[in-house]
């Protein structure tokens, strides 16, 4: 019988064998590293609701429009999520210098691919929960 040492030893298995893999020759273990960083990134309560209106305009949005549309964060939440996908390049913000101020977010170019990979993750979730 095979012991956990020995099994740790050799790593996980990357299945070498399926030509529709994506991760072929990938590691496994750094993989699933990666994995922390995106979860860190994106399963923050907020983070979905901030970027899933972002996705359905061209149009920025104003941190008032969050907030009307996100009834239960509070302004603290909402301000900390925004400012974490802000430096994470998710976001960018746009001050103007008026009365009152006016703050607008656009999502950039590694943001609108985030929030592409979601969708896709979306339709999958309705093609295989129903």
């Known amino acids: ?7 740790k030893e050799r790593g996980l298995p990357v ?4 030509a529709d893999c ?10 699933m590293s990666e994995t922390a960083k995106l979860r860190s990134l994106i399963t923050k309560r907020g983070t979905l609701e901030i970027l899933i209106p972002l996705c359905c305009t061209t149009d920025p949005v104003r941190h008032k429009q969050f907030r009307q549309a996100l009834k239960g964060f509070s302004t603290r939440t909402l301000s900390i999520r925004l400012k974490e996908l802000e430096k ?4 960018e913000k746009h ?9 607008e977010y656009t ?3 590694k943001g609108q691919e985030l929030v592409e990979s979601v969708a896709s993750i979306l339709q999958w979730m309705r093609k295989w929960t129903r």
Do not use: C, Q, W
């Open 15 to 18: 299945l070498n064998n399926y």
């Open 95 to 103: 001050r103007y210098n008026e009365i009152p101020p006016r703050v």
């Open 88 to 91: 994470n390049g998710i976001l």
């Open 107 to 109: 999502l950039t170019a």
């Open 22 to 31: 994506n991760f072929e020759g990938y590691d496994a273990t750094l993989l």
């Open 1 to 7: 019988m095979e012991t956990i040492s020995k099994r």
